[in-house]
């Protein structure tokens, strides 16, 4: 019986020295653990403070960022077939493209832009850049194209891509025009008008010419704005081409002898008519002509 009890003692106190082996072992390794997280945390302190420069990431191929400047005659075929795409596929968007003084003064609502669209169809489905030139304006760039058929399209750049359109040279005054109208003789100043008239009735616009004609003229001869298209298209060409001829004056009336010739090369013939215009305030005149 004592020897039983005697065997049962050994076998606890076994137990109990394993179990405190273990107790120290685990204190052991948790002790170890708080000291390298407590490293781990130094350490990491010590390089966010570190004054160190940050070493610069070698610049390769795949990894730069490129610039590329496009070129002014891009630049004018872009806006140019953008206009284009614009005024053939959704015409209100091309309306809305263009400058706003100009847009009231040459159309004054969409559905005369569109009738103007639709009348010229053709030539805006086929036309192309022939020549421009670019100028500051009003802190961006002006470009100033002109087509194969001699029409123009000025596009009036803010920043890329931010643009307005004026589609002649005429119901507006540009800067350039304006510029040199303000520096040059009286003269000079009618000749810069006439071709102004003509370059209107090139495009068609005979509003713009018949709101110019002296009243009384005008009342004598064209009491409405239709009388006044018919006679120009029987009694003009389709594309006129003149050359100023005899210049006379009289007080401030001035009279313009012009050879009007076909410039589409279709037709050798060619018209004489006199030009006479008073100028008046600013850029404006009125006129007359022997009809």
């Known amino acids: ?12 106190l076994l137990i109990l020295i394993i179990v405190v082996i273990v107790a120290m ?10 000291q390298d997280y407590e490293n781990s945390m130094a350490s ?8 160190q420069p940050v070493e610069e990431i070698e610049r390769y191929d795949y990894n730069q960022y490129i610039t590329k400047v496009i070129a002014d005659q891009d630049m004018v075929n872009i806006y140019f077939n953008d206009y284009r795409y614009y005024a053939i596929y959704h015409p209100e968007e091309a309306y809305n493209l263009l400058d706003e003084e100009y847009r009231e003064k040459k159309f004054g609502n969409l559905e005369t832009f569109q009738a103007y669209i639709n009348q010229n169809m053709d030539q805006i489905f086929t036309s ?15 470009y100033i194209a002109i087509d194969k058929e001699g029409k123009y399209y000025i596009f009036q750049e803010n920043v890329v891509m931010d643009y307005s359109v004026i589609l002649d040279t005429y119901t507006v005054d540009l800067p350039e025009f304006l510029e040199e109208y303000n520096t040059t003789t009286e003269e000079e100043k009618v000749a810069m008008n006439i071709q102004r008239v003509f370059s209107a009735i090139n495009d068609g616009d005979y509003r713009y010419v018949f709101e110019k004609l002296d009243e009384t003229f005008k009342n004598n001869n064209f009491p409405t704005q239709e ?6 298209k029987n009694n003009f060409f389709q594309n006129n081409e ?13 009279l313009y002898e012009i050879i009007i010739s076909d410039a589409t090369g279709q037709s050798t013939n060619t018209i004489t008519k006199t030009f006479v215009m008073q100028l008046q ?6 006129m007359s002509f022997s009809v």
């Open 281 to 286: 305030e600013g850029t404006d005149f009125v």
């Open 128 to 142: 192309s850049i022939d020549s421009f030139t670019v100028s500051n304006w009003d802190g961006g760039k002006q």
């Open 25 to 34: 072992i685990l204190l052991n390794q948790n002790n170890n653990t708080e």
């Open 242 to 254: 003149i050359e100023l001829s005899k210049t006379e004056s009289q007080g401030n009336i001035y």
């Open 1 to 12: 019986m004592n020897k039983k009890y005697g065997i049962l003692a050994i076998v606890i």
């Open 44 to 51: 990491g302190l010590e390089v966010m403070n570190s004054t």
């Open 227 to 232: 009388d006044f298209e018919n006679y120009m």
